[in-house]
């Protein structure tokens, strides 16, 4: 049985994607010991991944090696399987390849037994998933919010950012949002509701963010200049979690705030934070999440991109800011 799969042919430069990635197609392996086979519905397309195309060393990852199928979180069914606790017909999420058909190790790759009773299968990749468990852990406990509290989220209208702002509305902050373009910041205040929201491609950050008072915390998704911006801008004792870096993903920059300074002048508190360190705690970050979401309190937009073939198109909107929401490619069934 044959097998389509995007394979890294070569570092990609910038977001030419194009030219680093093939779609390819070889023959399925036996699945060995321990290992799921899964007909992927849904790929999900997360900026993050970007840094795994580099060759940092120095990341939360060793870089993906050349030569082997693209890796990120996928959603489907199991078709075969040589691992305890899962059957064919089961519906998991896992660390899978973007391809038709991911073969996986179940423990390595984090795989995850989802309830097929959840009405849009594509929510175990947004509020339900990481995404989710991400913007809650952040706010919550990383940026330690507190009912009252201003919060700004960067990429408010992405993956994360777009939960984190409601999330900050539902623990009682007062939610702000950095978002690029006119559409995504009346998405957020008219849609969602928050408090206000900062477009950055209309010029003058600095005012906007002045207008909009001092900040408690900063669930920064962005890193780069922005970050200055936002040091300068912070309450005392305030607290920045930091989730993403997309500003240096296809730069080849490093973020190096010059308002520094600011960490002392304001005694502020800067902490990163990643998915896999409280992915323990995944099971009751879901059951708050899914509360939220089955009473209509937490939403999430999704932008669809359908076909295998056309995954990369999917990727590079992640970097351009064409979507508002959650990336997914859906695959033929």
Known sequence: MENRFWRIARRPEGIDFASALA????????????????????????????????????????PLPLGIAMTGLVLGEVIESHAEGFAPGDLVRAFGQWADISTVDAVMSGALLLDPSVADRRAWFGPLGMNGWTALWGVEQT????????????????????????????????????????????????????????DYKAGNVGAQLDAAGGFDVYFDNVGGPLLDQVLTRMNHYGRVAVCGLLAD????????????????MRRL????FFSPDFMHHGPALTERLRAWTEAGDLVMPYDVTRGLEHTLTAYAKLFTGANIGKVIVELDA
């Open 23 to 62: 779609l390819e197609a070889a023959p399925l392996a036996p699945l060995a010991e321990g290992e799921i086979r899964i007909r992927n519905s849904h790929l999900s397309m997360d900026a993050g991944t970007r840094m795994w195309l580099t060759d940092r060393e120095d990341g939360y990852q060793p």
């Open 143 to 198: 940026g330690a919010a507190r009912p009252g509290e201003k919060v700004l989220v960067s990429a408010a209208a992405g993956a994360t950012g777009i939960l984190a702002v409601q999330i900050a509305r539902l623990l009682g902050c007062e939610a702000w949002g950095i978002a690029g373009g006119g559409a995504k910041c009346a998405y957020l205040r008219q849609e969602l509701g928050i408090a206000g929201a900062i």
């Open 249 to 264: 993903y296809t730069s080849g920059t490093r973020t190096a705030p010059r308002a520094f300074d600011q960490v002392l």
């Open 269 to 272: 508190r800067i902490e990163g």
